[in-house]
C-alpha cells in the first residue's frame, strides 16, 4: 500500500518535469512599441537605461520559446547584414560580451527600438514590441547570458558558430580554462 | 429497433463513401498520376479481399466438416498426406505468383508515375514554409519569373514538373485527385510530375505533421485552359495597382510603415520581404493564409487584426493597429488584384 502511494507519488511529479513553459502565442499587443518614451542623450549611468517600466524583460529573457522565436527573426530581419551571425562586421560582435549600450534586456530593447549612433536603425513602429523583445532576448544568448537550458540549440542547416546553448558562459568568455 | 440501426449503419456508411468524392480525396483521381493509383489502390484491395475469403474459408471448412473416424491413429495414410503436401505447395506457389505479380504492377505503376514529367515544359518551385506555400514559376526569361503564395496555377493537360524543397521543417505536398505526396526536405530538392486532365480546382494539404498549424497548411491547383493560364501569368507578373482611394493610399503609407514590410513584398512599391508571403496580388487569390479564410473583406481584417487567434502559433504577428488604421490597410490590400 506504501509503495504504491510513493509510485503514485513519483508518477506525479516526474509528470509535473513535462511542463517545462508557459508559451504564449498572442502576446498581449495593446501595447505597441510606439509608446514608450524615447531616450533624449546617451548620457545614462554604466550606459545602461533606467529600471523598466514593465516586467516583460524577466518573462522574454529565460523563454526558450522566445529566445528560439528571436533566433528566427534574427535571421529574417537581416540583422546579419550588419553583425554577422553575431561576430561584427559593419557593425559591433554581439558574441563578446563587450556592451557599448549595456548588456541587460532593456538596454538591448532600447537599441533595436530607437536606434543607436553610427548605423543602428531604429526599428520603432517597424518591430511589434514582442517581437523586439524577442531579439533582445536571443542577442544576449549570443555571448552566453541566456540560460543553457533554455538558449536555442542547433540549426536545421549549416551553423556558423556553436549552438547558443553550447556557447561559453558570460563569466568565462574570452578567459582561458 | 435493429433494423433500425443497421439502416442507420447503411446510411451512415453510404454518407461517409460519399465523401471520397470529390474535394480532395485519392479515390476520386483527376489526372494520370492519381488515376494510376487509384486503380493500384482498387486492384490491391479487391484482390487481397478475395485472398482473405479463400483463407477463412480454408479455415472455417475443417470445422464445420465432421471429422472422419479413423481407424488407428499411428497408422500412416500415405494417399491423404499426399494430398495436403499437393494443396499447401500450391497454395504457397499462388502466394509467391501473386506476390511477384503484385510487385511488378507497383514497379509499372512506378514507372507510369515517373514518364508523367518527362517533357514537362513548365517548372514550379514550391517551398514549404510555417505554415504556408511559397510558389516559383521558374522561366529561362528572368522578368517572367513569377512569385506567388498557397495557390498553384497550372495549364490544364499539360505536364508540369514541381520542385519542392523547404526552409524550415519537413513539411509533404499532397494533390491527392492528381498524384501522391512527397515531402519538401530543407536542404534538398524533390522532383514531383502533376498533370491535370481537365481544368478545375484541386485541393491540396502538407501530408507531413509540422507544427502547431500542420492542419492549416493547404494548397489549392488551380488547372485552367493553356490561354487562361498565360492571361493569368501575365497579369501577376504587373507590379500592383495603385491605391485606388484616399482611404487606400492612407493603407499603402500604413503598410510600408508599420511590421507589415518587414516581411511581405508587393511588386512596384519599397516593401520586398521574403520571408511571408508575397502580397502583389493577393486580392486575386480565392483564399487567405494557406486555405483557412476565403477571401473577403471581412476576413482580411480579422486575419490582420488578430491572426493569432485565427492560426495560433503562425509566425504573423499581432500588430497593433487602430481601428482606422486596419480598415485603411484592409482597403488597400482588397484592391491588390
Redesign the interface.
Given at each position: 500500500m506504501r509503495s504504491t502511494a510513493a509510485m503514485l507519488l513519483l508518477a506525479i511529479l516526474a509528470l509535473a518535469a513535462c511542463q517545462r513553459e508557459e508559451r504564449d502565442?498572442?502576446?498581449q499587443?495593446?501595447?505597441?512599441?510606439?509608446e514608450q518614451p524615447t531616450p533624449v542623450t546617451t548620457l545614462e549611468p554604466g550606459g545602461q537605461r533606467p529600471s523598466p517600466t514593465d516586467n516583460k524583460a524577466a518573462s522574454f529573457e529565460a523563454n526558450a520559446f522566445h529566445l528560439s522565436e528571436g533566433k528566427?527573426l534574427f535571421g529574417?530581419?537581416n540583422c546579419s547584414g550588419c553583425h554577422a551571425n553575431g561576430g561584427g562586421g559593419m557593425g559591433p560582435a554581439l558574441m563578446d560580451e563587450k556592451w557599448i549600450y549595456g548588456s541587460s534586456m532593456e538596454s538591448i530593447h532600447a537599441t533595436i527600438r530607437d536606434g543607436r549612433p553610427n548605423g543602428m536603425p531604429s526599428f520603432r513602429?517597424?518591430?511589434?514590441?514582442?517581437?523586439i523583445w524577442e531579439l533582445a532576448a536571443f542577442v544576449r544568448s549570443l555571448s552566453g547570458n541566456a540560460p543553457s537550458s533554455a538558449a536555442p540549440s542547433r540549426n536545421?542547416?549549416m551553423m556558423v558558430h556553436p549552438s547558443e546553448n553550447r556557447m561559453p558562459d558570460a563569466a568565462t568568455l574570452g578567459k582561458s580554462p | 429497433m435493429k433494423r433500425f440501426a443497421s439502416i442507420a449503419f447503411a446510411t451512415a456508411i453510404a454518407l461517409l463513401l460519399q465523401g471520397c468524392a470529390g474535394w480532395q480525396s485519392a479515390l476520386d483521381p483527376k489526372g494520370p498520376a492519381a488515376s494510376e493509383l487509384a486503380w493500384l489502390i482498387w486492384f490491391f484491395t479487391g484482390l487481397c479481399a478475395v485472398v482473405w475469403v479463400l483463407v477463412m474459408i480454408a479455415l472455417a471448412a475443417p470445422l464445420m466438416m465432421r471429422p472422419r473416424d479413423r481407424l488407428e491413429p499411428l497408422v500412416l495414410d500415405a494417399g491423404a498426406d499426399n494430398r495436403k503436401l499437393r494443396v499447401v505447395t500450391a497454395a504457397v506457389g499462388l502466394t509467391a505468383v501473386i506476390l511477384i505479380g503484385l510487385t511488378l504492377l507497383s514497379f509499372f505503376a512506378n514507372r507510369t508515375l515517373a514518364a508523367i514529367g518527362s517533357d514537362a515544359a513548365l517548372t514550379i518551385r514550391v517551398t514549404g514554409h510555417q505554415w504556408w506555400w511559397e510558389v516559383r514559376y521558374e522561366d529561362a526569361t528572368p522578368s517572367r519569373i513569377l512569385t506567388t503564395a498557397n495557390e498553384i496555377h497550372i495549364p490544364a493537360g499539360e505536364p508540369v514538373r514541381l520542385l519542392l524543397t523547404s526552409t524550415d521543417v519537413i513539411h509533404s505536398f499532397w494533390v491527392p485527385s492528381l498524384s501522391g505526396k512527397l515531402d519538401l526536405i530543407p536542404g534538398h530538392m524533390n522532383v514531383l510530375d502533376i498533370k491535370a486532365d481537365k481544368p478545375g480546382v484541386y485541393r491540396g494539404q502538407c501530408a507531413e505533421f509540422c507544427g502547431a498549424q500542420h492542419a492549416n497548411m493547404g494548397t489549392f491547383i488551380i488547372a485552367e485552359p493553356r490561354a487562361k493560364f498565360d492571361a493569368w501569368w501575365n497579369d501577376q507578373l504587373q507590379p500592383a495597382a495603385g491605391p485606388a482611394s484616399d482611404e487606400a493610399k492612407t493603407g499603402e503609407d500604413l503598410f510600408l510603415k508599420r511590421p507589415c514590410v518587414m516581411c511581405h513584398r508587393i511588386g512596384g512599391t519599397p516593401a520586398g520581404g521574403t520571408v511571408a508571403p508575397d502580397l502583389t496580388h493577393i486580392g486575386s487569390r480565392q483564399t487567405l493564409a494557406a486555405g483557412t479564410l476565403t477571401m473577403s473583406r471581412g476576413n482580411l481584417a480579422a486575419w490582420i487584426a488578430d491572426p493569432q487567434g485565427i492560426k495560433p502559433g503562425s509566425h504573423m504577428p499581432v500588430v497593433d493597429l487602430s481601428g482606422d488604421e486596419l480598415n485603411a490597410i484592409v482597403a488597400y490590400l482588397e484592391g491588390l488584384k
Open positions: 502565442t498572442r502576446p499587443s495593446a501595447l505597441g512599441s510606439g528566427r529574417w530581419f513602429d517597424k518591430i511589434p514590441d514582442d517581437q536545421d542547416d | -
